[in-house]
């Protein structure tokens, strides 16, 4: 089946980790996406790729790193210096960075004890 | 900048009731795209459907239809007969040129429906 898959479904770190989320996808899309939610609140973008080998900060990205060395493959590194980690996290995928429709994984939520 | 508002954060109806999701934006792009994702309590983004700034004819998909006036910048989402599965968080997003606005999918704040049986 393609589709968009994040790992795990669940995280719990302790506050000073560095945790990295995983994202991958079987679509063949170019770009990919990641998102952070809170509760009551939309979706605001942290990082986003439009080809392999290269990636743009979002709105957000203070704290957070990012990969894109595989086409598949986006994974998400939320640093020690992320003030407030705890949130959901969602991955998404487009055919291109362009006017395409963003496709969502499941997300993975966060929790820093 | 762009910007999504929902204005609505919580609706409940009674099941078979029929219920209109509001969606205003804003954007500066002549060429843009707007979104309706679901949001169902597993948590993953659903799409549900995709319009662009030129093409203005309203859609229906079984009990979903969609109103897209640009005069007024809406982008409304009516659930007709309402059913308990449809009980979710309803998201509006634009999108809009790739020069000024790069990737970004802008989002609403989304709006909780909870249908009772």
């Known amino acids: 089946d393609g589709g968009i898959t994040q790992s795990p479904k669940y995280l719990f770190r302790k506050e000073g980790q560095n945790v990295t989320l995983s994202c991958e996808q079987n679509?063949?899309?170019?770009?990919m996406y990641w998102y952070r939610q809170d509760p009551g609140q939309g979706l605001r973008l942290i990082y986003y790729?439009?080809?392999?080998?290269?990636?743009q900060k979002g709105d957000i990205a203070e704290g957070y790193s990012v990969s894109r060395e595989k086409k598949e493959s986006f994974p998400l590194t939320v640093t020690s210096a992320q003030k407030n980690p705890t949130a959901f996290y969602l991955c998404?995928?487009?055919?291109?960075?362009?006017?395409?429709?963003?496709?969502f994984g499941p997300g993975t939520r966060l929790t820093v004890l | 900048a762009q910007k999504v508002t929902q204005a609505q954060t919580e609706i409940s109806v009674v099941e078979k009731e029929d219920v209109t999701l509001d969606c205003v934006y804003e954007t500066r792009d002549t060429t843009y795209y707007l979104f309706w994702y679901k949001q169902p309590p597993s948590g993953e983004l659903v799409f549900l459907i995709r319009r662009n700034s030129f093409d203005e004819q309203n859609e229906i998909s079984g009990r979903y239809s969609w109103n897209f006036q640009k005069s007024t910048s809406s982008f409304n989402f009516t659930i007709t007969a309402s059913q308990v599965v449809d009980s979710a968080v309803y998201f509006c997003a634009l999108k809009g040129s790739r020069e000024t606005s790069g990737s970004r999918l802008t989002f609403g704040e989304g709006t909780q429906l909870t249908v009772n049986p």
């Open positions: 679509l063949n899309h170019d770009a």
């Open positions: 998404a995928s487009s055919l291109t960075s362009g006017a395409d429709t963003q496709y």
């Open positions: 790729s439009q080809i392999v080998n290269d990636f």
